[in-house]
């Protein structure tokens, strides 16, 4: 795999990134989700009783992604990486990117 990038990546990306990774969470399989870790769970618990908030919304964002994440479940496996572009992570990479900053901050705890 290759490596994450800088931080100035990772600054520039974040909004998209988090959309990205939504989008591709609410596109598993249950039987997959089922499977996955804390942190796709608790994501995908957190905006499953949310409906698509209005455009307005500072919530939008986060609500539209899961939206299309669950319209796409059953198309092709890059559908939130084709909405989502300008992120250049895919949802693994994520998850490794979060463990790492979570583990981090165990330490300094």
């Given at each position: 795999?290759?490596?994450?990038?800088?931080?100035?990546?990772?600054?520039?990306?974040?909004?998209?990134?988090?959309?990205?990774?939504?989008?591709?969470?609410?596109?598993?399989?249950?039987?997959?989700?089922?499977?996955?870790?804390?942190?796709?769970?608790?994501?995908?618990?957190?905006?499953?009783?949310?409906?698509?908030?209005?455009?307005?919304?500072?919530?939008?964002?986060?609500?539209y992604?899961?939206?299309?994440?669950?319209?796409?479940?059953?198309?092709?496996?890059?559908?939130?990486?084709?909405?989502?572009?300008?992120?250049?992570?895919?949802?693994e990479?994520?998850?490794?990117?979060?463990?790492?900053?979570?583990?981090?901050?165990?330490?300094?705890?």
């Open positions: 795999m290759r490596a994450l990038g800088n931080a100035d990546t990772l600054r520039e990306s974040k909004p998209t990134c988090i959309q990205r990774f939504i989008c591709e969470v609410h596109m598993l399989p249950e039987h997959e989700l089922a499977t996955a870790g804390d942190i796709e769970k608790n994501i995908a618990n957190m905006l499953k009783r949310f409906q698509l908030e209005p455009p307005a919304s500072r919530a939008y964002q986060y609500t992604a899961a939206h299309m994440g669950r319209l796409m479940r059953d198309s092709t496996a890059s559908g939130c990486h084709e909405m989502f572009s300008s992120c250049p992570f895919s949802r990479e994520m998850l490794l990117l979060m463990e790492a900053l979570s583990s981090s901050k165990s330490a300094l705890a």
